[in-house]
């Protein structure tokens, strides 16, 4: 019997018992994944629609002249942005990996934009986004190993569903 709420779970139950309110990809995961997923999805759904803004509102762009190849890049971001909240939305773990790419190289790409092409000096704007871009990049390839197992099926969860078909790749095939 458990008494008061369970901080990773969010409920009253023991970890890993079945919510039989919560249905959907997402019922079998922790109070504490869900949060910080769904963070990310705002995150990256948030980082779509300002590259459309930048993209079709040049005023609210850089202001900076972009080589061609960050150009393209910072325009690539109007599907790779979306994309990586799709994925996480829908519980895949190439969401995880393309999240991370993202963050990552858009980190670089904006330091690269502020710190090696604007002759500015201090504190700009264009440096605090960076900044922050940087920080999540941080916590999204710090919290990947801790989210990893609640975006793939583990044995654990074959046994729950015995209907499932699994095959032992590390036996021989049987002889005919």
């Known amino acids: 019997m458990t008494v008061g709420i369970d901080v990773l779970t969010g409920t009253g139950r023991r970890p890993g018992a079945p919510n039989p309110s919560r249905t959907g990809r997402w019922r079998d995961t922790p109070l504490a994944v869900r949060l910080v997923v769904?963070?990310?999805v705002l995150v990256f759904a948030y980082g779509g629609v300002v590259h459309v803004v930048q993209l079709l509102m040049p005023q609210f762009g850089p202001q900076l002249a972009l080589p061609g190849w960050l150009t393209f890049y910072?325009?690539?971001?109007?599907?790779?942005?979306?994309?990586?909240?799709l994925l996480l939305a829908a519980?895949?773990?190439?969401?995880?990996?393309?999240g991370c790419a993202v963050l990552v190289t858009d980190a670089a790409a904006n330091w690269y934009a502020n710190y090696v092409?604007?002759?500015?000096?201090g504190v700009t704007p264009g440096r605090i986004g960076q900044a922050v871009i940087s920080a999540l990049a941080v916590a999204l390839v710090a919290l990947t190993?801790?989210?990893?197992?609640?975006?793939?099926?583990?044995?654990?969860?074959?046994?729950?569903?015995?209907?499932r078909v699994t095959a032992?790749?590390?036996?021989p095939a049987p002889q005919p």
């Open 38 to 40: 769904t963070v990310a």
């Open 74 to 85: 910072f325009a690539s971001l109007t599907l790779w942005d979306p994309l990586a909240a």
């Open 91 to 98: 519980r895949r773990v190439e969401g995880l990996a393309v």
């Open 117 to 121: 092409l604007d002759p500015a000096l």
């Open 145 to 163: 190993p801790w989210l990893t197992p609640w975006f793939t099926r583990s044995a654990s969860r074959a046994v729950e569903h015995p209907t």
């Open 168 to 171: 032992d790749l590390s036996s």
